[in-house]
């Protein structure tokens, strides 16, 4: 979930990726513990998660640099690519999903627990306060230096009364 404080612009120019609609939100895809995303979670892009155009001009789950190769984040995905349950699906009839791309304001439920090698990360979220975010392999914000362009900045830390992040995005 992404909830938008300020928005940065929204950007539906170019397709989805198949692989945006279809890649699984599960622990065995990642590789690690996916605390923040729900077992029963939609396969796809989820809004929180970060995007990166591919290589075919097509907006795709972002990965980190240093293992993916991938171009850079560009922004975050506004919904889930299947969309919700009793609404519509505009994203699966269009083949497009809201991408924010600029600077803006947001929370979201979505992010790393653990570092890529499930291990603990090495700033706990209740000290992140105003330090850099990236992106994980699996789209994912974190702590963690993985490679990737610091995509924003910590404005506000989770608890467990509040499990929302709040940052703001610099790209």
Not at 129 to 138: I, K, Q
């Given at each position: 979930m992404l909830?938008?404080?300020?928005?940065?612009?929204?950007?539906?120019?170019?397709?989805?990726?198949?692989?945006?609609?279809?890649?699984?939100?599960?622990?065995?895809?990642?590789?690690?513990?996916?605390?923040?995303?729900?077992?029963?979670?939609?396969?796809?892009?989820?809004?929180?998660?970060?995007?990166?155009?591919?290589?075919?001009?097509?907006?795709?789950?972002?990965?980190?640099?240093?293992?993916?190769?991938?171009?850079?984040?560009?922004?975050?995905?506004?919904?889930?690519?299947?969309?919700?349950?009793?609404?519509?699906?505009?994203?699966?009839?269009?083949?497009?999903l809201t991408?924010?791309?600029?600077?803006?304001?947001?929370?979201?439920?979505?992010?790393?627990?653990?570092?890529?090698?499930?291990?603990?990360?090495?700033?706990?979220?209740?000290?992140?306060?105003?330090?850099?975010?990236?992106?994980?392999?699996?789209?994912?914000?974190?702590?963690?230096?993985?490679?990737?362009?610091?995509?924003?900045?910590?404005?506000?830390?989770?608890?467990?009364?509040?499990?929302?992040?709040?940052?703001?995005?610099?790209?």
């Open positions: 909830i938008i404080k300020y928005p940065g612009n929204r950007n539906t120019l170019y397709s989805l990726a198949a692989a945006a609609f279809t890649r699984p939100n599960t622990e065995a895809e990642a590789g690690r513990t996916l605390g923040r995303v729900a077992a029963n979670a939609p396969s796809g892009a989820l809004g929180g998660m970060f995007a990166a155009m591919s290589a075919d001009y097509e907006v795709d789950i972002a990965a980190d640099n240093a293992v993916s190769g991938n171009p850079e984040p560009i922004g975050v995905f506004l919904l889930d690519a299947a969309g919700s349950a009793y609404e519509n699906t505009p994203t699966v009839a269009s083949g497009k991408v924010m791309t600029g600077p803006g304001s947001y929370e979201t439920d979505l992010y790393e627990t653990v570092n890529e090698n499930d291990t603990a990360l090495g700033v706990a979220w209740a000290d992140a306060l105003g330090d850099p975010l990236y992106v994980s392999d699996f789209g994912l914000l974190t702590t963690e230096d993985t490679g990737s362009v610091i995509v924003g900045y910590v404005t506000k830390t989770p608890t467990s009364e509040n499990p929302l992040l709040g940052f703001n995005t610099v790209l």
